[in-house]
């Protein structure tokens, strides 16, 4: 399930023509950077949710087939949030499957992910990365095993020192499709994972190789730009 749905509002120079994960980075729009990283990891049988200009991506990816994967569309006039996305699409998702924000360019390495889920045995695993900059994202504390321990999103104050981030990946077994509300809007980092946590479940959290870098923000973006540009981030 990649999420696409976003307004972007904050991206005031594009907002109004392209949905957030259509910002090209390279010769590509974000989303098929996605795209590719799934098929790379056969990852093949894709749903993405949209709301905002849903023809640009529509129109762009088609059923998929050009990049070697089957796309299925998500329509959500109302903005569901990452979990209620997850909701309405329930009938398609009976076994083990990955969540994946539509503005993140990533390289971990998704089989490595996989096997560590299967390992672990947990409801979810959550990919996290060093935070790179000074804006506040969904922090998480982890024990020795992996475990997460408390998740906290885009907290006001964060510190000053090392900082585990949500990356934007989660690996999740079906059952959890039960914990999600289906009247109303809701939201993995915000609901979901918090509750779960307290009511004893067991979630992990999984250090991604390489970079993980969002588009949620104008200052990210155009920082993501400057890396490629500059050599530092090569992308596939």
């Known amino acids: ?17 392209i949905p957030k994960p259509m910002a090209r980075l390279g010769d590509k729009p974000v989303l098929e950077h996605v795209i590719d990283h799934l098929r790379f990891f056969e990852i093949l049988d894709i749903i993405i949710n949209l709301h905002h200009l849903p023809r640009v991506i529509m129109d762009y990816f088609g059923d998929g087939a050009k990049w070697g994967v089957t796309i299925k569309y998500s329509l959500e006039p109302e903005l ?31 089989g490595k992910l996989r096997g560590f889920h299967r390992e672990r045995g947990g ?9 790179y900059d000074d804006i506040a994202g969904g922090v998480v504390e982890c024990a020795g095993d992996g475990r997460l321990i408390r998740f906290v999103e885009k907290p006001a104050v964060t510190g000053s020192g090392k900082r585990w981030e949500n990356g934007g990946i989660y690996i999740i077994e079906p059952d959890i499709i039960n914990c999600i509300p289906e009247s109303e809007q809701c939201d993995f980092a915000r609901d979901i994972f918090p ?12 250090e991604a190789e390489g970079y993980v870098r969002g588009i949620d923000t104008p200052e990210r973006y155009e920082r993501v730009k400057r890396e490629i540009e500059e050599g530092g981030l090569t992308l596939r």
């Open 1 to 17: 399930m990649v999420l696409a749905a976003g307004k972007g509002e904050r991206f005031s120079s594009f907002h109004d023509t």
């Open 80 to 110: 569901l949030g990452t979990a209620g996305a997850i909701r309405k699409v329930a009938d398609e998702l009976k076994e083990t499957f990955l969540v994946y924000y539509g503005d993140n360019l990533c390289e971990c390495d998704l």
């Open 123 to 131: 409801l979810a695993t959550i990919v996290t990365a060093e935070s």
């Open 195 to 206: 509750a779960l946590l307290e009511a004893g479940e067991r979630i992990y959290c999984y």
